[in-house]
């Protein structure tokens, strides 16, 4: 009996790591939909966004289903509602996708980001890349070191978006209101993907050591 | 035995309505911090935000020792697991309140909200205190005549966000690229906390009906 609890433990912890993974990919798409005034690309990662969904619940479900028969207590509990937790955060980052690649599709033909701001927007999309690969990393190996740099590496996206605004308050700024409110959405978007990462990896952490990274 | 374990459900949910309605008065102090441009109301919203973290944080415990011992099946592990899902949504709208009472602070003394947007706003904030008031009565009585006015609201929220943004996007705006982006995110952030308010209200009624109405 345990021992099968832990197998199918396994495999929807397999599971969170391949999702997160195509959320990983989505993410890097609509980036280069953003950057590229890609509209198909766009579109793909919009209607990728229901089969993550579709994915995600199917997760949960067997989660709930582990949670129901298998009754497990104490650490193996607090794994699942870890994994449940964790489900939340791969849908809200799936959706912040699409709102990215919506942006992209809805400005094109025009390019959403305009050149001086090219730069900054690659590199908060490299820092989330990055990030959701080490929330992956944590997931699948509970790898802490990769949880330490994940808190570097949530600094660096902090410090890009407060670069990002400065940019769009400067009095030098020539791209319209529509352009940079586009912008400090798109900034909050990537920010909160961070953040996203970030929650998985603490819940990992957290499980591990019993102690709650302090943000 | 299963006596005690409705016993304790029903003060964790009776926690649940107060840390709900506990939000929903952050948000309207912070909408008055905002468009009184308020900062010790701003100030009494940020530090507010720790306390219902806390207050968060215990009923999540609560209901993970709940899971532990008392071990529910099928409706009773749904309803569980509902509210865990529930405090993840009310510490957001936690956040997102303090998020709006940072911008009024931020840009005080002078308005962030300047007259013309003024009922806009003010508009987004009522519509977001109703559905947080929503949100607390089906919580607290599974008031399924709420779910649809809910789902009403979040309607009306969307078109007012539409609305907001035509104003900021009109070539008339005459104040300035900073206030637009703020007021972008204001819209964001209030349309963010009718979307949690949404989704407590679903998670009951696909708790009572056993169907996720389409959103």
Redesign the interface.
């Known amino acids: 009996m345990r021992h099968q609890y832990y197998e199918q433990l396994d495999r929807i912890i397999d599971d969170l790591v391949r999702v997160t993974d195509r959320v990983r990919r989505s993410v890097g798409e609509a980036t280069s939909a953003l950057l590229d005034t890609d509209v198909p690309t766009a579109e793909r990662v919009i209607s990728a966004g229901g089969d993550i969904e579709t994915a995600v619940d199917e997760i949960e479900e067997r989660a709930?289903v582990l949670?129901?028969t298998q009754?497990p207590?104490?650490t193996d509990?607090?794994q699942l509602?870890a994994t449940?937790?964790m489900v939340?955060d791969l849908q809200r980052m799936s959706a912040l996708a699409v709102h990215v690649a919506k942006i992209a599709r809805r400005r094109a033909p025009e390019a959403a980001v305009p050149s001086p701001v090219r730069p900054l927007i690659g590199d908060m999309a490299r820092v989330g890349d990055a990030m959701i690969a080490s929330a992956s990393r944590i997931v699948a190996g509970r790898d802490l070191d990769a949880a330490a740099e994940l808190e570097l590496e949530d600094d660096r996206m902090d410090r890009l978006r407060r670069d990002l605004?400065r940019v769009?308050?400067d009095s030098d700024?020539e791209h319209g209101?529509?352009t940079?409110?586009d912008l400090?959405?798109l900034g909050?978007y990537y920010e909160r993907i961070g953040d996203h990462a970030v929650s998985m990896g603490r819940r990992v952490v957290f499980l591990v050591t019993g102690e709650m990274p302090v943000g």
Request: hydrophobic letters at 80%; charged letters at 15%; aromatic letters at 8%.
């Open positions: 709930l949670l129901a009754q207590v104490a509990l607090r509602v449940l937790r939340a605004f769009l308050l700024w209101v529509d940079a409110i400090a959405l909050r």
